[in-house]
């Protein structure tokens, strides 16, 4: 079965992570890293990427007809920004939880874990055989 | 014994494919077995086992070893050291999936590339996983070899399994790319088939060539042009495939009358019954329900039951299959295939409402875009009485 893992980029009670230490930074993306190696060895890496800053996000909406109405980001009245996420293809949803939650216990500032809210999603595949 | 000497299993399964093929120049001259073949197949019917087993057939396996640089490699597929293989690609250390693709790697034809492609993964992510699988076994202290008279009819089910999934796997996806999923499903007939020619006698084999055969029969016309799913009542029966229908029919008769009658057996009879049906109508209802009865009785498996339900249905009406159907709501809480099919009963038992109900609940539960698709097409024609 293949997930989606959906990383908020919201997080409670951590500041964004351009006002962290630079080693704090470090530390995070070397988790990162070393996570996608990990689930690359496991053989369920399917694909992983972060998103730029919402600040650079657009948002689109068209009637089909006229010019779309194109809008710049930020968009303060919103929390819900997706920052990245990881497909994983795993044995079952006990494991995408699992693969989730260590990537939800990320560093930050002095290395504690971010607790970053994960949305584990099911991907829309074959049905189970039948007859 | 390859394994721990080359320390990778890649390089054990080259040198095992080797050293079987030296057997078969050698054997006879040294007046072990006459026929390899027949030797493997004898050997996985469980009556020379401990002779293959014994410290002699070792000694002389590590001679063969010893001068398997002399011998030209030649097509391993035509040879049973791929039956050794199979054995061995899915022992029960692997998880099913684990299993199906070393398989696919090992046995079958195809490149990790391909695999990766049909699995929708990375070729490093199913490198990865292949390499992993050959730990496991390799690990395991040498499992490339047939296993015990005590062991082969669990593994010999376990073979089944693994074929059976990986024709699924192949089967069932009308999403991604239908090309390499439809390899998989190639690869699974054509590993059947094999198989069948080691062990023609075994009435499972059979049983699983002739449900792969009869299944993929109907391939052509499941789906529709865009590549949505199309029910067996609203297939054209005339794009079926006869040929398959007809080899698989032969098999499946042929094997009941063995005696031992299995799960494969069952499935491909059920099949069989639909494949031979010129209409859903004039489909043998009250035998599929007896079929599914004994089928349910040998596995327990609810998903069995639903089917028997969508029968019982056909032959009592569909108020005795929703009644069959109260039964399962234990044993397969919020199942979304239990809703689809109380949804489509309530459906011919004239309650749209509460059919279109049971069809969304069913839509919101698939992990299957075309199902879904499909699903919801049905909610919207009952709540608004269009066609699809």
Known sequence: MKYMLLMNYFIEGVPPIDQWAPEDVQRHIQFQHDLGAELVANGEFVDGQGLAWPATAKLVRSDGVSDPVVTDGPFPESKEFLAGYWTVDVEDEARAIAIAAKASAAPGPGGAPIQQVFEVRALMEAPAPVE | ?388
């Open chain 2, 1 to 388: 014994m390859l394994v721990r000497r080359s320390g990778d299993l890649a390089d054990a399964q080259d040198a095992l494919q080797d050293a079987l093929l030296a057997a078969t120049t050698q054997w006879p001259a040294q007046g072990v077995p006459d026929n390899p073949r027949a030797w493997l197949v004898v050997v996985g019917q469980n009556k020379l086992v401990d002779r293959y087993r014994s410290e002699e057939a070792r000694r002389r396996r590590e001679e063969l070893v010893g001068t398997m640089e002399a011998v030209d490699a030649g097509d391993a597929f035509e040879t049973d050291d791929s039956l050794l293989l199979l054995f061995g690609c899915c022992h029960p250390a692997l998880s099913p999936a684990s299993a199906v693709a070393l398989t696919l790697r090992s046995v079958g034809g195809l490149t990790t590339a391909e695999i990766a492609r049909a699995f929708l993964v990375p070729e490093a992510t199913m490198a990865q996983r292949l390499s992993r699988a050959r730990r496991t076994l390799r690990d395991l202290d040498g499992p490339f070899r047939m296993p015990s008279a005590q062991d082969y009819p669990a593994r010999l089910r376990a073979v089944l399994r693994v074929l059976y999934l990986m024709f699924n796997e192949g089967y069932a996806s009308t999403t991604g790319t239908s090309v390499a999923r439809a390899d998989l499903s190639a690869e699974a007939l054509r590993l059947t088939r094999t198989l069948h020619e080691s062990l023609p006698d075994d009435p499972e084999v059979a049983g699983l060539l002739a449900l792969v055969l009869l299944t993929d029969a109907r391939r052509p016309a499941r789906t529709g042009p865009r590549g949505e799913l199309v029910s067996l009542t609203d297939q054209d029966r005339g794009l079926w495939d006869r040929a398959m229908v007809d080899e698989g029919v032969a098999l499946v008769e042929d094997a009941l009358v063995r005696g031992s009658v299995g799960e494969y057996q069952l499935q491909a009879a059920i099949a069989a019954v639909h494949d031979e049906a010129p209409s859903t109508d004039a489909t043998d209802w009250p035998q599929l329900l007896a079929l599914y009865g004994l089928l349910e009785r040998m596995t327990g498996n609810p998903m069995v039951t639903l089917n028997r339900a969508v029968a019982l249905a056909m032959v009592r009406g569909p108020d005795a299959g929703l009644a069959l159907l109260a039964t399962l709501d234990d044993r397969l809480p919020g199942h979304h295939r239990l809703a689809a099919v109380r949804g489509h009963l309530m459906d011919r038992a004239g309650r749209p409402g509460e059919a279109a109900d049971q069809l969304l609940l069913a839509a919101r539960g698939t992990t299957s875009l075309a199902e879904r698709d499909y699903l919801l097409v049905q909610v919207a024609r009952l709540r608004h009485g269009s066609a699809s």
